[in-house]
């Protein structure tokens, strides 16, 4: 169903300046708001009622490569283009684990996502590029790896910025780092000033914040990185 919409779409483009696609997987535990994100980039608003992922769905973007008024018309001789990233949602379900590397092909980029007001969602992104590093299919991949061997480019985005701020802490009291840190300060081994010995491995630089339930993404810096995948595929 979904390849003949976009051969059909694309049918639509015939004749005119060539048009392309690029995938991006979106990805990141379950419950961080993937497909409410992948929902506001795609239509424009957000959703009150996600559904839940069964496996994996796909949503798809429809931008302009090369557009007056855009920084890719920047690039000299470069005509106007259209251009399709497909975002493809991915359960982090446990359930879906063993057979999510069905959905590693053949991709471009990759979009984690991790709730900020849950720590441990942030630490487990390490797992989830080492999963998509080991049993994934690229395209055009770099020389260079990223995180876990990644060998696309990638970008962090961390959701549900509102609920974060109205708990004022960086993480939930109840995920596990925060209750280590509460015990080890009750045992006088950590002063409550100091940081638990407990680091992310997962870079966290640059990073995007979201609130993807009240409509907010910072979409200049996401589609900054949307137009490093078209600059690559129309090269």
Same mark, same amino acid.
């Given at each position: 169903?979904?390849? $003949? ?14 048009? @392309?696609?690029? *995938? ?13 994100? &992948? ?12 559904? %839940? ?12 490569? /090369? ?9 000299? @001789?470069?005509?106007? $283009? ?9 359960? /982090?379900?446990? *359930? ?13 980029? &990759? ?14 992104? %390490? %797992? ?39 708990? @004022?802490? *960086? ?5 596990? &780092?925060?209750?280590? *840190? ?52 129309? $090269?």
């Amino acid at each position: 169903m979904f390849r $003949r919409e976009r051969e059909r779409e694309f049918k639509e483009f015939n004749g005119g300046p060539p048009c @392309g696609q690029v *995938r991006v997987l979106v990805v990141g535990d379950s419950g961080v708001g993937k497909t409410s994100l &992948v929902h506001l980039i795609v239509k424009g608003f957000s959703t009150a009622c996600p559904p %839940q992922t069964i496996g994996c769905t796909v949503g798809v973007k429809h931008t302009k490569y /090369g557009s007056p008024g855009s920084s890719s018309s920047s690039l000299k @001789g470069d005509a106007e $283009r259209d251009f399709f990233i497909e975002l493809w949602d991915v359960s /982090g379900h446990e *359930r879906y684990k063993d057979c999510r590397s069905l959905f590693y092909s053949q991709i471009n980029g &990759v979009i984690f996502v991790h709730d900020l007001s849950q720590r441990r969602t942030k630490t487990s992104l %390490q %797992q989830w590029a080492s999963e998509i590093a080991t049993t994934g299919t690229f395209s055009a991949p770099l020389s260079s790896g990223g995180p876990g061997g990644l060998p696309v480019p990638y970008i962090v985005i961390g959701n549900k910025a509102d609920i974060a701020a109205k708990e @004022g802490t *960086r993480g939930s009291s109840g995920n596990l &780092v925060d209750v280590a *840190r509460q015990w080890v300060e009750k045992q006088g081994l950590l002063p409550p000033s100091e940081e638990l010995p407990l680091t992310e491995s997962f870079p966290g630089s640059g990073s995007l914040i979201a609130a993807a339930k009240e409509a907010r993404y910072d979409k200049e810096g996401l589609m900054k990185f949307f137009l490093d995948q078209e600059t690559v595929f129309f $090269r």
